[in-house]
């Protein structure tokens, strides 16, 4: 039906960047809010950034000002720019997206996970 594919991740050094971005495949009517979250060893999941279809964000206090969240409605994607890395950002990073299908159901979509390692 809908399929969430992650991109980016990887490694970096503290004080550094990167980016991941999520890609939505399938039989899409329209995609409401999305959102980045992040789940470290031994650490439950919890959310770093949303976004509504409206654009308003909203953040985790631990990123504000260092991480950004986009959208590209028109290509269904989402990304997550991370600066300012810090070695407490290590976590395997998931994306989620509620979608309306093409047959009118809702769906919560979640991604596979991308890691980012940061080291100090």
């Known amino acids: 039906q809908v399929q969430l594919v992650e991109s980016g991740g990887g490694l970096a050094q503290a004080g550094g960047s990167l980016r991941v971005s999520c890609a939505a495949s399938g039989s899409i009517a329209s995609i409401g809010g999305m959102g980045w979250y992040r789940q470290a060893p031994g650490k439950q999941r919890e959310r770093v950034a949303t976004?509504?279809?409206?654009?308003?964000?909203n953040y985790v206090d631990s990123v504000k000002g260092r991480f950004t969240i986009s959208r590209d409605n028109a290509k269904n994607t989402v990304h997550l720019q991370m600066n300012s890395l810090k070695p407490e950002d290590t976590a395997v990073y998931f994306c989620n997206m509620q979608v309306v299908t093409n047959a009118g159901r809702y769906l919560e979509v979640w991604g596979q996970g991308t890691l980012v390692t940061v080291s100090s």
């Open positions: 976004i509504s279809n409206t654009g308003r964000t």
